[in-house]
């Protein structure tokens, strides 16, 4: 199993690409089964999760091709993908596929609204949460899908052929059944209103691609979101919106190391919140034509209390990552998260770099250190094993990060870009 080894204490300085939002990338991906025409989806970042979801959507008959690769030619950077559902061969998401990502219990919307039918494994729990599915079912019911659980698997088909536009007030907001509810209206009869939808920047895109296929959606991007279904969605051409978790991570690395960073092609309309938390630690945080320029000098971390809420607020999977940050900080500072009930398992492989951190129920009380140590860490998903990184590269000596595979799901050429600017950061194999 490959590993990450740091050794820390430089200060980042010079230019990071960013690549393509991953959380924009696999819903857009899902939605090319809502055509029988090409959806052609530009700046798809390459990683672990995007090749699992090709296979996914392989298995539904989904042809696709990578034409042309990220304008600076440089090969296993963000591409240009065509993806064809001529022909939908299969409307079975089979256990072993969903397992592995839970976004593939996506496809449950779009194999709905386009076949009638579908039969997608529940996901299951996670890492960070239990992660139930009640309310994309729910919404589905709503629509006037009928549904049936047996052996682990929903078999979902619609009434007379086609889903009925309805009104569904979300009881919590969802991120994924908002976009499955989104994308399964499109193609519904009459109109449907979402209320209390999630606003994520990565539901505008979805809405944006919808729009580019001849779907009919008003609101996006409110709590409202209003669609009239059509009888049938083209091809379109799309670009994925840059990755927001990936600008805040990169922006904390520097926090936290200091030094001078371009966040090259970053939106800070994209994580205004978290920037604006960044700049009360003390970060100088500058937009420019070309994205974001993060600083920070010889001037301590001030410690700021943050709570995890859906967007506009602090994101979830920036949590780990500003607790990183935190744990270096001039004092006292409380993180509380309220969307995921267990994602603090970078807690403790933060405690083995020397933090000081105490958990009471969802608020995590981090005591801020002068220094942190290099030690070998692992983490159980994404965020956490990204947080540990960064944390690596503020501290003392030698950090090896376990189970890489994590941060391969979605940081595009994590190492490549963190050396260009001056950390010592390689990938040892084996
Ligand atoms: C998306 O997950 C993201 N994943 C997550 O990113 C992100 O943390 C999350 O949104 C919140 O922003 C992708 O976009 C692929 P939710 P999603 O449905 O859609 C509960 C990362 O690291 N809930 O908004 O699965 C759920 O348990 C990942 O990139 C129900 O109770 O999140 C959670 O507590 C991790 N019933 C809350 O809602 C449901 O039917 C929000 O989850 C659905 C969700």
């Given at each position: 199993m490959?590993?990450?080894?740091?050794?820390?204490g430089?200060?980042?300085a010079g230019?990071?690409?960013?690549?393509?939002?991953k959380n924009?990338?696999l819903?857009?991906m899902?939605?090319s089964?809502?055509?029988?025409d090409?959806l052609t989806?530009?700046?798809v970042?390459?990683?672990?999760d995007?090749?699992q979801?090709i296979?996914i959507l392989?298995?539904?008959?989904v042809?696709?091709?990578?034409?042309?690769?990220r304008?600076k030619q440089?090969?296993?950077?963000?591409?240009t993908?065509?993806?064809s559902?001529r022909?939908?061969v299969d409307?079975?998401?089979?256990?072993e596929?969903?397992?592995?990502?839970?976004a593939?219990?996506?496809?449950?919307?779009?194999?709905?609204?386009?076949m009638?039918?579908?039969?997608?494994?529940?996901?299951?729990?996670?890492?960070?949460?239990?992660r139930?599915?009640?309310?994309?079912?729910?919404?589905?019911?709503?629509?006037g899908?009928e549904l049936?659980?047996d052996n682990?698997?929903?078999?979902?088909?619609?009434?007379?052929?086609?889903?009925v536009?309805n009104r569904y007030?979300?009881p919590?907001?969802?991120?994924?059944a908002?976009?499955?509810l989104?994308?399964a209206?499109?193609?519904?009869?009459g109109?449907?209103?979402?209320?209390?939808?999630a606003?994520?920047?990565?539901?505008?895109?979805?809405?944006?691609?919808?729009?580019?296929?001849g779907?009919?959606?008003?609101g996006a991007g409110?709590?409202t979101?209003?669609?009239h279904?059509?009888?049938a969605?083209s091809g379109?051409r799309?670009?994925?919106i840059p990755?927001r978790?990936?600008?805040?991570?990169?922006?904390?690395?520097v926090?936290?190391?200091?030094?001078?960073?371009?966040?090259?092609?970053?939106?800070p309309?994209?994580?205004?919140?978290?920037l604006?938390?960044?700049?009360?630690?003390g970060?100088?945080?500058?937009?420019t034509?070309?994205g974001?320029?993060?600083?920070?000098?010889?001037a301590g971390i001030?410690p700021?209390?943050?709570?995890?809420?859906?967007?506009?607020a602090?994101p979830t999977?920036?949590?780990?990552q500003?607790?990183g940050?935190?744990t270096?900080?001039?004092?006292?500072s409380r993180?509380?998260e309220t969307?995921?009930e267990?994602?603090?398992m970078?807690?403790?492989?933060?405690?083995?770099?020397?933090?000081h951190?105490t958990?009471?129920?969802?608020?995590a009380i981090v005591?801020?250190v002068?220094?942190?140590?290099?030690a070998?860490?692992?983490a159980?998903?994404l965020?956490a094993?990204?947080?540990l990184v960064i944390a690596?590269?503020?501290?003392?000596?030698e950090?090896?990060v376990?189970?890489?595979?994590?941060?391969?799901?979605?940081?595009?050429?994590?190492?490549?870009?963190?050396?260009?600017?001056?950390a010592v950061?390689e990938?040892i194999?084996g």
């Amino acid at each position: 199993m490959d590993r990450i080894r740091i050794v820390g204490g430089n200060a980042l300085a010079g230019t990071i690409p960013i690549s393509g939002a991953k959380n924009a990338a696999l819903p857009l991906m899902i939605a090319s089964l809502l055509t029988d025409d090409t959806l052609t989806l530009e700046n798809v970042p390459h990683l672990a999760d995007v090749e699992q979801l090709i296979r996914i959507l392989g298995n539904h008959g989904v042809d696709y091709s990578v034409n042309g690769r990220r304008e600076k030619q440089q090969e296993g950077y963000s591409r240009t993908i065509n993806f064809s559902a001529r022909n939908i061969v299969d409307t079975t998401a089979p256990y072993e596929l969903v397992s592995k990502m839970r976004a593939s219990f996506w496809v449950i919307g779009p194999l709905l609204a386009r076949m009638g039918e579908a039969k997608v494994s529940l996901p299951g729990g996670c890492a960070i949460g239990t992660r139930p599915v009640d309310l994309f079912l729910e919404g589905l019911q709503v629509l006037g899908a009928e549904l049936d659980v047996d052996n682990g698997y929903v078999m979902a088909k619609t009434k007379n052929g086609r889903l009925v536009g309805n009104r569904y007030v979300f009881p919590k907001v969802s991120v994924g059944a908002t976009h499955v509810l989104m994308m399964a209206a499109s193609l519904a009869k009459g109109e449907t209103v979402l209320e209390n939808a999630a606003c994520e920047p990565e539901i505008v895109n979805l809405a944006e691609c919808l729009v580019a296929m001849g779907a009919k959606i008003h609101g996006a991007g409110t709590s409202t979101i209003t669609i009239h279904g059509v009888e049938a969605l083209s091809g379109a051409r799309v670009r994925v919106i840059p990755d927001r978790i990936e600008t805040g991570t990169y922006a904390m690395a520097v926090a936290m190391t200091g030094g001078d960073v371009m966040l090259d092609g970053a939106r800070p309309d994209l994580l205004q919140t978290a920037l604006d938390v960044l700049v009360e630690t003390g970060a100088e945080i500058t937009p420019t034509n070309e994205g974001i320029r993060v600083k920070r000098n010889g001037a301590g971390i001030a410690p700021v209390d943050v709570t995890t809420a859906p967007f506009p607020a602090f994101p979830t999977d920036l949590q780990a990552q500003f607790m990183g940050l935190m744990t270096m900080a001039k004092g006292k500072s409380r993180i509380t998260e309220t969307i995921f009930e267990n994602r603090f398992m970078h807690v403790q492989e933060l405690a083995r770099l020397g933090a000081h951190i105490t958990l009471s129920g969802q608020t995590a009380i981090v005591d801020g250190v002068a220094k942190l140590k290099g030690a070998p860490v692992m983490a159980t998903d994404l965020r956490a094993s990204v947080s540990l990184v960064i944390a690596g590269l503020a501290a003392e000596g030698e950090t090896t990060v376990n189970r890489v595979y994590h941060l391969d799901r979605g940081f595009e050429r994590l190492e490549e870009k963190l050396s260009g600017c001056g950390a010592v950061i390689e990938r040892i194999s084996g």
